[in-house]
């Protein structure tokens, strides 16, 4: 009995489990991690997500739980403690030492989608009045205690304001005896506390920034904030959008992490709300039913001229809403982008009324419907100069919209394609049946 | 006459030309640069996206064109020459020193999204026989060249294969006498030159790299990806999903930026593909003109019916597409979605379908129709069963074809709302229409 075959399986489940995480129960996630050896527990644990490391550090046996959480970096202990439920923060708090302690709490008072709430309070700090070659010991003694990052060192006074920033590259290239305040510079870009993360993911992608400080309103340096949090800001309100984009409330968490009630919850709340929109459209053809009794054939085109509305609108609205998250485009900006999408409105909806024409006259021709085939180019023009209409409205509305929420300060970016279409639907069918009460007056209505 | 006022202005305007950029036609913006004083142009230029720098570089006048190209990093040259005009290349290539031209031409070589076209080819590299002394002088030497990054220096053999990794904390921290090949690291993580951008992204956002470098087949090194590169590449893409998901091409350029004719082309192309494809609603509906003509009360609800099909679906591939785009979720897990869909699917059905109970009853009671009120309760029967079912086939619907486009090697992110709602309507109908036969039979149709 060789314990080789044994082993084989242990080496396999770790590979796999980085693969599966996702999709594994939390029992089974915790089961797979303690089968690990500890050189690689190290780096997985590492490379989680803070509800990865959240999820391990609550499942692992309490004795276990201090090594983890003092392999953490102050700001991703920080993290790791907004995803465990409230009663489990103050155990898990002690289990770090004391410095280490002292700066989460002042990281945890910081909202998790502020400035503060990102940043690092490990850096690297140098005096003004060192020479070149004294901050490259003091920074070579500092270097062993965990630093966040040594690409930038940064010159504080006495009071811990910022007076400057030097890059190692600097330092490396300066002559030894200079004094760091001829060295380095001062038109430092810095982020307030409380700036909201998009805003500083938007100023370190445009800089190229590996990292930038955050000063509280005096100018005292309280941290910086690394190009890792970024990107993870990035991804995180692109997820954001993309949600809602899709007509629900963003989910916090991963999809498959996510429990089904809550799930549910995001979901359901969006989808009434649409539902209860639609009802409009049963009320507004109410109005109609005489016109749908006298030519049950206009009923047939109703789905196919009101998509067209919701269609040209979600493509204005999804255009928009990714411009105004990439600070292409601002509120002011709005008679601009009106007149563009006017003229495109118009453009497009002229080319689907060709295209309507086209297949009114063959669906007519084959013999799909079964009445008033000698109506036909009188149907075919009231389904064409609906389309114009309903796409043109539906563009103007689409591209419109996310400027409208951003007025009342609401995000622009639950102007979704569905809540676009549930919109434009009873407009559609109203700019339809007036359409068709003009060019079917006393033919066929 | 005091120049200020004029000063004043001029400085305003450099100011402003940063916010307005985007909204300006081409030959403001190069106008606009050309007042900024020299340090400002600088960094104004350096923080400009590749077709940013190509508009202002082929907007000023030829004899400037050369202190612009010389600018540039090798790998953001190359970004440039990618947007300017083919027969412009040549000339602009002419502009770079003879070592940075054949490091742009070995870049070109490669397409824009994968791994070699990101990178750049100046990267810190040491030897293993080094000293760490002798090393870091060697680097104080390589740091006056221009550097892309300073983070990490590689070890490299002879034949410029990847030995090894070292970071610049640790060669600070490590005794100076000790030999290179002693402090490295030679479990580095490095990434193919073909390999796609997405996923090196993935990489660099899951292991938090400075940098990651890249070699080909033999174990050469070729280059460095950056972090900053890699933020780029993660909007980039969201950017991609988010266009295709609001049922469109992706644009390339900022929508702004974008002309009015490829902007037309990349939206009316898919709009015209669902406008035919929503003509098969016609041609489903004409299949129930006997119903409708019987019952036009039938007719009122459609739009409602097909609508709450299309959301749902919306929602679920949202949901699967941005999972999958994150690597939460592979192909192979498909079933394990499926199940999860069916029973959110049949849960969001229920409670819609209360919903649509009571919205029909008000509306009946309000008086909103004309007829019918006497089958009240089967009509809300027939709409409430049929949102059931519309709901929980557009929920599996929508959530499946993400995996069935991947399948074929289509992008997942084409699955959008408007697809979704367009296949998912003729569906809808038929249900609807159905469930009315059933449901109906004898007394209305």
């Not at 945890?108 to 010991?137: C, H, K």
């Not at 309280?222 to 800001?233: A, R, S, Y």
């Not at 292409?328 to 495109?344: Q, Y």
Request: glycine letters at 6%; one cysteine or more; proline letters at 5%.
């Amino acid at each position: 009995m060789t314990p080789q075959p044994e082993q084989e399986q242990e080496r396999l489940s770790t590979v796999q489990l980085g693969e599966r995480w996702s999709i594994l129960p939390p029992e089974e996630r915790v089961q797979g991690f303690q089968m690990m050896d500890r050189s690689e527990a190290d780096a997985f644990f590492q490379s989680r997500t803070p509800h990865g490391q959240a999820t391990i550090v609550m499942g692992v046996p309490r004795a276990e739980r201090r090594l983890w959480m003092r392999l953490l970096e102050p700001d991703d202990a920080a993290d790791l403690l907004q995803e465990v439920p409230e009663e489990a923060r103050p155990e898990l708090m002690q289990l770090l030492d004391e410095p280490t302690r002292r700066e989460v709490s002042a990281l945890l008072a910081y909202a998790e989608d502020e400035a503060g709430g990102l940043m690092s309070p490990r850096f690297a700090r140098i005096r003004p009045d060192m020479t070149v070659d004294e901050a490259i010991s003091y920074l070579r003694r500092q270097a062993r205690n965990s630093l966040e990052t040594l690409y930038y060192a940064y010159v504080l006074d006495r009071e811990q304001r910022l007076l400057g920033v030097v890059s190692f590259r600097e330092l490396f290239t300066a002559h030894p005896g200079q004094p760091i305040r001829e060295v380095m510079h001062t038109d430092v870009i810095t982020v307030p506390e409380t700036m909201d993360q998009e805003i500083v993911s938007r100023i370190v992608s445009e800089y190229d920034f590996v990292a930038l400080p955050v000063v509280d309103a005096d100018g005292h340096m309280k941290g910086i904030i690394t190009f890792d949090d970024v990107i993870d800001v990035v991804e995180e309100e692109a997820t954001e959008d993309i949600h809602k984009l899709g007509g629900m409330a963003a989910l916090e968490v991963p999809y498959l992490q996510t429990g089904f009630l809550p799930m549910l919850k995001k979901r359901v709340g969006w989808l009434s709300l649409l539902f209860v929109g639609e009802m409009f459209t049963a009320a507004a053809m109410g109005h109609y039913e005489d016109e749908i009794a006298r030519a049950v054939v206009l009923a047939l085109f109703i789905p196919l001229i009101i998509s067209s509305g919701g269609n040209s609108g979600s493509q204005a609205s999804t255009l928009v809403i990714r411009a105004m998250a990439l600070g292409e485009i601002r509120l002011r900006d709005w008679w601009h982008i009106m007149r563009r999408e006017v003229l495109s409105g118009l453009s497009q909806g002229v080319i689907l009324s060709l295209i309507a024409i086209c297949m009114v006259g063959v669906l007519f021709w084959q013999g799909v419907f079964q009445s008033h085939d000698h109506h036909v180019f009188l149907i075919a023009a009231t389904v064409a100069s609906s389309v114009i209409g309903v796409v043109l409205w539906g563009t103007v509305a689409g591209s419109m919209l996310p400027f409208v929420l951003r007025t009342v300060r609401l995000d622009p970016a639950s102007a979704s394609a569905p809540l676009i279409a549930t919109l434009v639907d009873v407009s559609g069918l109203v700019i339809y049946f007036s359409m068709a009460r003009v060019i079917l007056h006393g033919v066929l209505l």
